[in-house]
């Protein structure tokens, strides 16, 4: 994967992230501003939203708030105004928020409603986003879509003996196996616009959706949803990749 050179004098790209005010989120707004972009911090914490917003302003990136609930139709309705009356359109959007749903989530243990909290948040939020963002989207010469995943929701890890797939999950897991599913249902749908869609693994990440028991900093975890961001015309649409290159279904 390589990036595209933005042209940062006259048309600075737009990007919006959502679950941008901490942690992966805040790095991919941090990599894009840096790059020249212009960033909506996507969030729905207010206080947070806006102590990112200020800090990034001070580092030197283009930013603006942006208040947004995956889970509420209104809040991504209102989001996607937003975005449109400061920018008029947007050239990547980058499906980072989510939780792990809580546990125990053996699926003998698990309650059902963690399930459901995981798939409205994970699956279902990326689904009413995308849908709200596409028309700013279609109208970027380069649009590109990606979606944070995770490799414990590759279904051939998951049944490869020895692989590395995390602890047993009935309600994480499966929510990011539901996301790459979806992935690619958009990539088909897609397929003859310009708009490349792919779904990342940010690797085990330090952040407090683990308790920060991770091994990458946030900003080595964010390193590949920038690159797919940022990914020239000819590049790859409807794939998995981590830092390492693809990984499978």
Not at 21 to 28: L, R, S, T
Not at 228 to 245: I, K, Q, Y
Request: hydrophobic share 40%.
């Amino acid at each position: 994967m390589t990036e595209t050179k933005t042209n940062t004098v006259n048309h600075p790209k737009v990007a919006l992230v959502t679950g941008a005010n901490k942690g992966i989120g805040y790095e991919i707004a941090a990599g894009l501003g840096a790059l020249g972009w212009t960033v909506g911090v996507g969030a729905r914490d207010e206080e947070r939203r806006e102590a990112a917003v200020e800090k990034l302003r001070a580092a030197g990136a283009d930013v603006f708030g942006v208040p947004l609930d995956v889970t509420d139709d209104a809040s991504v309705s209102e989001a996607a105004r937003l975005v449109e009356e400061r920018t008029g359109r947007l050239d990547a959007l980058v499906n980072n928020a989510g939780i792990t749903g809580g546990g125990p989530q053996e699926p003998t243990l698990v309650d059902v409603d963690r399930v459901r909290v995981a798939v409205e948040t994970n699956v279902i939020g990326v689904i009413r986003v995308t849908n709200a963002l596409l028309p700013l989207l279609r109208r970027s010469p380069s649009p590109r879509i990606v979606n944070v995943s995770s490799s414990v929701g590759s279904l051939t890890l998951q049944t490869t003996p020895g692989a590395e797939t995390g602890p047993i999950s009935a309600a994480y897991s499966p929510s990011k196996t539901f996301l790459n599913a979806v992935t690619v249902q958009y990539a088909k749908e897609l397929a003859d616009t310009n708009i490349l869609i792919n779904a990342v693994c940010p690797g085990f990440t330090a952040t407090d959706l683990n308790g920060f028991r991770g091994t990458r900093t946030p900003q080595q975890g964010a390193t590949s949803a920038i690159q797919l961001a940022t990914v020239e015309d000819d590049g790859p649409t409807g794939r998995f990749f981590s830092d390492e290159g693809e990984i499978p279904w």
